[in-house]
Structures are given as C-alpha cells and as structure tokens.
C-alpha cells in the first residue's frame, strides 16, 4: 500500500484512515496494490481511458463528504491501484468504469483525482465501446443503505452460481467471478457498440425475471454503457460495520484460463431462451406468468382503489372481507401475490387492520367455493383483458413520439376531479390529435385508424367494434378509405403499405390552450405558425408570443400519449402526477446543460441542501441520478413540502385543488402516495423526504406508516420531498411502455 502520509489531493492529506475498529479486524484479508493492478490490467483490456470514483469520501479536513474522481490512462493503472487504496480508507466505495472512454476526458483530470462536480463525470457518448457485461447480483435487505451479513451475502453468491451455471448452458463462455463485498458480480466479455438498442437491458431484464426472488435480486439498472464498477480490492462500507453486517473488501475470486467474448446472437437469443424455459417449467395453475400476471397486478389494484375503504361501525369487516375475496377469487391471485395490495388499500381503512389481521381474511378468502379469475373475463373487462405476448415481437410502434411537447398546463395537468367517473380511454386520442396539429399545422388534421388503434389497445388484443369506439368518442359519422392513390401526404402512413382509414378531424380550438395564439384563420380553417419570422412581426406581436411561450411548458408526451391505455393502466391521477413530477425535473443552466432534456446530474448520494450538499441514505452512492426537485432560484434541487403552507406543495403539483386539500388534507396525502408507489414500482422512482432541522431522511414506505399517527403526520408536514430516477429515465420509460403495449420498440427521442 502507498504512503498515504505523503498522499495529496487537492491539498488534502490522505493520511489518518477513518476505518472503524470492525474494519480493523479485516486488515489481513486486504488486497495488495500490485494484485489490484493486475486486476485492472486484465479488465480494461488494453484499450482507452479508466474513470476512477470515490464517493461520499470523508476527511477532517472537509466540512462535508464529498465525491473524489479522475482519469487514467493504460500507461498509470498502477498509479490508479495506489490512488484507489488510499482513497479507500476513506471513501463509501471507490469504482471504476467498465467500459472504455474517449482520451479528451484526460483534460479533466489526467492520471490524478480532484473533487469531482456535476458534470465533471463521464457521460454514455464519451463510451469508446462495450467490452464487459457486469451481471450483479445482491440480496435483498429489509433496510437499504446497510451491508449484507454472512448469510445474506452466501445465498447472493449461490444465486450468483445458478446464473452462471444456466448461462454456460446456453453456450456462454465462463466469465470473470468477483466478490463485490456485499454481493457477486459476473463479467462477461463482449465487443459491441455503445448505443445497443437496449439489448443490454434485455438481457439484464430477462435475467432478473428468472433468478430474482425474495432474497436475492439481479440489478437492472446497470445496462446503461458509461455504468461504474467497484473498483475489486477497496472495500464496501454500507453503513455502519457491525458483528453480524460488516464491512468488507471486494476481490476477484475467479479468472478463468481464456477471456472469450459473447455473441451479439448469444445475447439476442438469451431472452428467448429464457421466457421458453419459464413456459416449460411447471407452475400452479392459479399463478400467472410474470408478464400477465404484473399486469393483473396493476388491474387488482385499481381495482381496489376504486372500492371505499373499511370503517369500524359501518361494515367495516365485511367491506375488508370483500376486499380479501374480490382479489383471491376474482383476479386469481394466491395470499402471498394478494397480501401488498390489500396492504395498500388499508391505508385508508379507519382504523386500519393488522397485519395478521389481514393475512386471516385472505385465509377465509382463500377457502370459499368458486370459479377464480372471474373478474378478468366478465363483460366490463373483456376489452381490457391482456395475454401474454412473446418477449421480442418484433414490431415497431408506427410513428415517432417525442419525450416532450409543448403543451398548455391547464391542458397537459388539468385540475383532478373530485367526482368518480368511468375510465374513458380516449384521451390518448386528444393527444395524438394533439401532436398532429403541431406537425401539419392546421386545424383539419388527417390521422389513420390504425394509429390511434395503436396508441389506445396496443398491439394486439383490440375490442371487435374498436373502429365504432373511436368514431363515438370523436363524435363522427363515418372514415374515408386511405389508399396509394387517395392518401394525402400529412398523413403519417402515407406512403406505406398500410391499410388504414382516415379519421378527417377539425380540432375545437377549446382543446389546444395557449397553442391557439399562434394560429390565424383562413376561410374557416385555423392556419398554424409555430416558428415565425420575428424580423417580419411588429413589436406587439412579438412582445405577444414572448408572453405566449411563457405560458407552455415541455410536458412528458408518453405518459400523455399512453398513460390512459388499459394495456398501460395508469389513473387519472396517477398520469397527471407523473407529468407534474416530470414538469420538477431540475436542470442546470442554459449555457451548461450537455443533455437534450438539460438535466442536472445526482453523482453519488450528495444532493442540494440549504448549506450546499448533504447526503441521501436511500441513494446508491455508485449510480448517477436526475432529481424532480424544481427550479427555483432560492430553492433549486430541493423538492417541495407535500402540502405546503399556502397548499402549493406537491398535491397542488400533483393536480389537486386547494379546495380538495383543505377538505380531506390526510386523505388526499394517502391517495397521493398510493399513487407514488405505482410509478415508484414501474418507473423504478426513489422516493426521499428530508426533515431538514431533524437531518433526517425517510423512505415512501416509512412515509406511508407515518401517516396514521399525529407525530408521523406533523414531521411529514414539515419534510421536503425529493423524488430521483436513473440517468437514462427516458429511455427506461419509454421501454416501459412499449413493453407494456407490446412492441419490442417506441421510436422518436
């Protein structure tokens, strides 16, 4: 190890090691720096420039942790082995990228380290190539931000060997076999591009589909190209080194005697692979396959959340009993598949029932006579009814859409209504017609059936009379036949082989908000201009759409496009909240921003705070994140109280009125989170409430809890609430919901 006493960065002494006494007695199994740079040797392969990471690193000498970072070229991996050692005493974890980077990033931090700020982090395009898929396996904690104990980590490391084993059987080679302190990791050499359609993620998705269980989990989320390592041979602190949940070092535990490299076929079969073996093992009856049955799921769910709760003295036990037997007996579902989602319809019951409690009445459930799964084949569901489709279709969404569209706020986030109506689907519809007025520029659009068949039903199972249902909720008569000769070229099929029928449409100019200022009439048809001349304007007409850009906003269009789908089944509510959090989305400023949708960039778990930084314990300090924590100037990154102290906090941003928060404050809070969970489940979101006096933090579900008792109510009134998602969230949401129609690709950016 190097001599941390004459070890500087940035004028720093890496000096006193802050390693607590459980670490201590782990100091003979440490690893050498010449080991450590043999290791990196053999994984960088020879090619391009490394990045070195050392997050949430402490020191006397700074006020606050902070992350540590630089570049390394081939010629100074030992140099990096020593640099890693040193900052290893004193960081949360040090990595390194798996993947091969572009030279220019030398000119950031050539072969040292620095403190590293956002945007001084490699980015996917600064990926030369993909030499390694990291398969990491870890076992699930009831607690994040703590270490694994012994027996958590051997069964990681078993699961870790089944994958291994079921892989060598699909014809991969043998892979690199690691430790990574808490979990395992299995490196397999590849050769492909950096931008890989998401086939990366595939496979990572397949994988976890398979092997992921109650105790062990295959991680998803590090298919992105510039994704980081820890760096083998520093050690893995997760919270505080305890007896039973130490701390650790990571090493290489298995080389096998030649390095072969994967096929870009042995990867595209493997999800098929996969989804045949599940099919052909056996498997209850009464439990679905894992694509259907996550989307029974969230139709069991809604389901519930449109039955009142249970209120002691008012029927309160045969309402939960109703409950208990609407979910076993009319989605099918067994205790263990029913027992989160009555979890969640508890919340509201007053008072709410224990846990054993609940598991009773789903026993009771579970023994009555009857035919399961009615309430997915009855007449009122048949439409929506959803079969499993093979993983990789083939087929690609007809037309491209955007991540966001300039829309009207009081059109894009309409206020939520109090009043319960029926699920209407057509709203995709209004936004399809929505995004066709700004392309043809024109109020008498021309659209295809089968586009907004598309958008609305997906890509198979469409109701029989779906062409009488689009005419009914456009209020028209009739289509006209779109063929070679008659069809018109703003049409987005024109030119193709597709059958289709046009859907002739003149927009209300009601409908488009704020848009309507750029519109002028020509003999009864509205004429759009969204990019005008401003040489060729007078001064009021320019001083006129600057007053009209201020009142549009860039919304989220999938979720606007999608969300309504019964394939998709997000609520009102839940659409028009992920919208308005996307709406929070903090960026960096103009002149900074090197991302098309401007983010600011969460490296590690160091977040905006009132005195600069402080770190989130619910963040994994090895991943990037973006943060929908707003924009402020006084306030910038630091999210929103959830009701606030004139009702403008993240119910008002969610689509509540004032009206709706100050009758029912607490119980709009419970439907708010309800909602959050759903989008945190299937939009991978981290949910972090700060107390900032306290400087304490709380996750969605301690969140929930706290709710039902008058302290936990007044530390959530004064808490901010921060919600994060991976850096490539655009991309894992738009795989999302063309999975969830059944396409294998949504085009458009």
Not at 87 to 92: D, P, R, T, V, Y
Not at 326 to 349: D, T
Not at 436 to 460: H, Y
Not at 704 to 727: P, T
């Amino acid at each position: 190890m190097i001599d941390a006493a004459v070890s500087f960065v940035n004028g720093i002494a890496l000096g006193t090691s802050l390693v607590d006494e459980h670490d201590r007695i782990r100091v003979e199994h440490q690893v050498d720096v010449d080991q450590i740079a043999d290791w990196l040797r053999l994984l960088t392969c020879d090619a391009g420039v490394v990045e070195l990471l050392a997050v949430e690193y402490q020191h006397q000498q700074l006020v606050k942790p902070v992350t540590m970072g630089g570049f390394f070229d081939k010629h100074h991996l030992h140099e990096m082995a020593e640099t890693a050692v040193a900052l290893s005493e004193h960081a949360a974890g040090v990595y390194w990228s798996l993947n091969p980077l572009i030279d220019d990033l030398l000119g950031r931090a050539a072969n040292r380290i620095k403190i590293f700020k956002h945007g001084d982090a490699a980015s996917d395009e600064h990926v030369l190539r993909r030499r390694w898929l990291c398969i990491d396996v870890d076992p699930v904690l009831s607690v994040a931000g703590i270490s694994a104990t012994d027996a958590e980590k051997n069964y990681a490391r078993e699961k870790a060997e089944q994958v291994r084993n079921f892989l060598a059987g699909q014809g991969w080679p043998a892979p690199v076999f690691a430790d990574s302190g808490n979990g395992c990791h299995l490196l397999y050499r590849i050769d492909m591009a950096a931008e890989d359609n998401g086939l990366i993620q595939s496979v990572l998705s397949a994988l976890a589909e398979r092997f992921t269980d109650g105790r062990a989990k295959i991680d998803t989320t590090v298919g992105n190209p510039v994704r980081v390592c820890r760096l083998y041979g520093t050690m893995a602190r997760k919270g505080d080194s305890l007896p039973a949940r130490p701390h650790r070092v990571s090493r290489v535990v298995d080389v096998p005697p030649a390095l072969s490299v994967v096929s870009i076929e042995s990867l595209q079969q493997l999800t098929a692979a996969v989804v045949s073996q599940e099919h052909n093992s056996p498997a209850p009856p009464e439990l679905p396959s894992p694509i259907a049955g996550a989307l029974i799921h969230d139709r069991a769910r809604a389901y519930l959340a449109g039955m009142p709760p249970a209120i002691s003295g008012q029927g309160g036990h045969n309402r939960t009993f109703e409950a208990a037997c609407r979910l076993m007996l009319g989605f099918g579902l067994s205790v263990e598949q029913s027992l989160p989602l009555l979890r969640e319809w508890n919340e509201r019951c007053e008072p709410p029932w224990s846990e054993a409690e609940l598991r009773h009445k789903l026993d009771d459930a579970d023994r009555q006579a009857g035919d399961r799964g009615y309430l997915l084949q009855d007449r009122n569901c048949r439409r929506q009814q959803f079969t499993e489709r093979p993983a990789a279709t083939g087929l690609i969404f007809p037309i491209a859409v955007p991540d966001f569209i300039s829309a009207d706020p009081a059109v894009a986030m309409p206020p939520l209504s109090i009043k319960r109506g029926r699920r209407s689907n057509s709203s995709g519809v209004r936004w399809a017609i929505h995004q066709a007025v700004i392309i043809q520029r024109t109020s008498a659009i021309v659209l295809p059936d089968t586009l907004l068949r598309a958008i609305i039903w997906g890509s198979s199972n469409w109701p029989p009379n779906w062409r009488s249902l689009l005419l009914k909720w456009l209020k028209l008569r009739n289509w006209n036949r779109g063929n070679a000769r008659s069809c018109c070229g703003v049409c987005p099929f024109h030119g193709t082989d597709n059958s289709h029928l046009h859907l002739p449409y003149h927009v209300s100019p009601k409908s488009l908000g704020a848009l309507e200022g750029y519109a002028r009439n020509d003999d009864g048809i509205r004429l759009y201009d969204f990019q005008p001349d401003y040489r060729q304007l007078t001064k009021e007409m320019r001083v006129h759409l600057r007053q009209l850009r201020k009142r549009l906003m860039p919304a989220y269009f999938p979720a606007l496009l999608f969300g309504r789908s019964p394939r998709v089944g997000m609520s009102m509510s839940q659409r028009r909240l992920l919208v308005g959090i996307v709406r929070e989305l903090t960026r960096t400023p103009k002149s900074q921003r090197r991302r098309p949708d401007g983010a600011e960039l969460v490296v590690g778990a160091d977040v905006p705070d009132a005195c600069g930084t402080v770190r989130c314990r619910l963040l994994d300090a090895s991943q990037r994140y973006v943060m929908f924590g707003g924009n402020g100037r006084k306030r910038h990154g630091r999210g929103y109280r959830i009701i606030g102290r004139t009702c403008q906090g993240w119910l008002a941003r969610a689509g509540y009125s004032k009206q709706t928060i100050e009758s029912d404050c607490w119980g709009t809070v419970r439907k708010w989170l309800c909602d959050l969970t759903t989008l945190a489940e299937s939009f991978q979101l981290v949910i972090a409430a700060h107390h900032n006096r306290r400087q304490e933090w709380r996750s969605l579900e301690e969140m929930k809890s706290m709710v039902r008792n008058d302290a936990g109510r007044q530390w959530l009134d004064q808490c901010c609430v921060r919600i994060f998602a991976n850096e490539d969230y655009l991309g894992a949401w738009r795989r999302h919901f063309a999975s969830r129609l059944g396409f294998a690709e949504i085009p458009g950016g």
